[in-house]
């Protein structure tokens, strides 16, 4: 049986977490790293690459593409919050896309669609455009 007092601490401070992200992320970046629904690796996808970021968070694309189509993209990473954010936005930007639309999405246009990301945090999305832009670069080697 789980103790009141303890039950209370816990939701005390969840909400001190959820006050602190919110003075930082924007509602959209707590919304997507809360709920990363695109967020694991395609089974025999058509294109894919890995890179590790200089903070040391690793990032993973993984794309379904039909015709010059994304039709699916995952994402896979390591990181932190923004970095979570910033790969799942990406996969809802390129989704039926061509690959040279999907290429021309740069960390710029990701950071505002996520409403801005703090400074230190411009990494994660420079991190997940260039790991896109390596997987497109890995389906045309492969072609």
């Known amino acids: 049986m789980v103790d009141d007092d ?3 601490m816990i939701k005390e401070l969840q909400k001190k977490i959820e006050y602190e ?9 707590i919304d997507e790293y809360r709920n990363p629904n695109h967020f694991g690796v395609l089974k025999n996808p058509d294109a894919m690459a890995q890179i ?3 903070c040391g968070d690793t990032m993973k694309f993984s794309l379904k593409i039909k015709n010059e189509v994304i039709e699916d993209a995952f994402f896979w990473t390591d990181g932190c919050g923004a970095t979570i954010a910033s790969g ?9 896309k061509n690959l040279k639309e999907a290429n021309t999405v740069t960390s710029k246009q990701l950071i505002s669609t996520l409403d ?3 400074k230190e945090n411009v990494h994660c999305a420079v991190l997940a455009v260039n790991t896109l832009r390596k997987s497109i670069e890995n389906y045309y080697k492969k072609k």
């Open 52 to 54: 590790k970021g200089p």
């Open 116 to 118: 801005g990301l703090p």
């Open 6 to 8: 303890f039950v209370k």
């Open 88 to 96: 799942n936005m990406l996969t809802k930007i390129i989704l039926g």
């Open 21 to 29: 992200e919110g003075k930082i992320y924007s509602e959209a970046v």
